[in-house]
């Protein structure tokens, strides 16, 4: 599920605690836009050491590195990844080669420290990355969304920012759906930076969704329930998970029996039944 990828600042102690207890579809520990040049090691530490620390996070751990073009992201990789780390967003990707090269970092950081397979999502912020948006989703099987920025995109446009008139960034949050699904992940929709504002954040979760997103970026848990109800499985979701339950629920629930089968053409195994149940917990909620 991805109806929420919330950003929670990697600098801020309190803020990672909450975290753990948050029913966001992704928490997305954040070492980029809402971490100052001077705390970027302070805020490296403390995600370093949110995973084993106190209570398991309830929903999967991303953390956003900073931009490939900073020069930061081997430092953010060598500092963050673990086990307990589910996946990286990498923001400001311009072209495929950017995501080949902090995937083949990742790579090696895998083998180095025994992790299972990271999971990649690359932020979609500028011109450049919109053009390529399509090879950029392809870069590698670890991708499993791309996540529209807005607002580096309209800076990296020369254009100003209105809740009103989308018309300036309405081609590029268009386009990236599209060249998502035909890549064959999910695409996940800016902020809404006005947090007390329900109602325009479910105005625009509501264009998101009917442009071919799966859920939208989020900056505070005041906007998880909404956000949420908007993005609720559809009927081919549902059936899909209720198919996977099925093929798997033997040797998941009970550890009987093997623990990855065939459905569809497909291999699905634990990480598919997890999404599975979500699915249809969701479903039912």
Not at 8 to 32: Q, W
Not at 261 to 266: A, F, H, K, Q
């Amino acid at each position: 599920m991805f109806r929420s990828l919330l950003f929670v600042p990697g600098n801020s102690a309190r803020f990672i605690e909450k975290a753990r207890t948050l029913t966001a579809d992704v928490v997305c520990l954040d070492l980029e836009d809402s971490v100052p040049a001077n705390e970027k090691d302070a805020a490296r530490a403390s995600i370093a050491g949110a995973p084993g620390k106190g209570q398991e996070f309830r929903s999967p751990v991303y953390v956003r590195t900073n931009s490939f073009e900073s020069g930061l992201v081997p430092a953010d990789l060598r500092a963050v990844l673990q086990k307990g780390i589910d996946g990286v967003v990498i923001p400001k990707v311009n072209d495929a080669g950017e995501a080949a090269e902090i995937i083949r970092i990742i790579t090696g950081l895998e083998k180095e420290r025994g992790l299972g397979r990271i999971a990649v999502m690359p932020s979609i912020e500028t011109a450049r990355g919109v053009v390529n948006a399509y090879s950029i989703a392809g870069a590698d099987e670890r991708v499993n969304a791309l996540v529209f920025g807005v607002f580096d995109f309209l800076h990296d446009m020369r254009m100003d920012y209105d809740e009103d008139d989308a018309t300036g960034y309405a081609y590029a949050r268009a386009k990236i759906p599209v060249d998502a699904r035909a890549a064959g992940v999910h695409a996940i929709d800016a902020i809404w930076q006005k947090v007390d504002d329900a109602y325009g954040l479910v105005k625009d979760a509501t264009i998101a969704k009917s442009l071919g997103y799966s859920g939208k970026s989020i900056i505070h848990p005041g906007q998880i329930e909404p956000v949420h109800k908007v993005f609720l499985p559809s009927k081919a979701e549902i059936e899909w998970a209720k198919k996977v339950v099925a093929a798997l629920g033997e040797a998941m629930e009970k550890g009987s029996g093997r623990g990855a089968v065939r459905l569809e053409g497909r291999m699905i195994d634990a990480v598919h039944y997890k999404q599975a149940k979500a699915i249809l917990n969701a479903s039912e909620s």
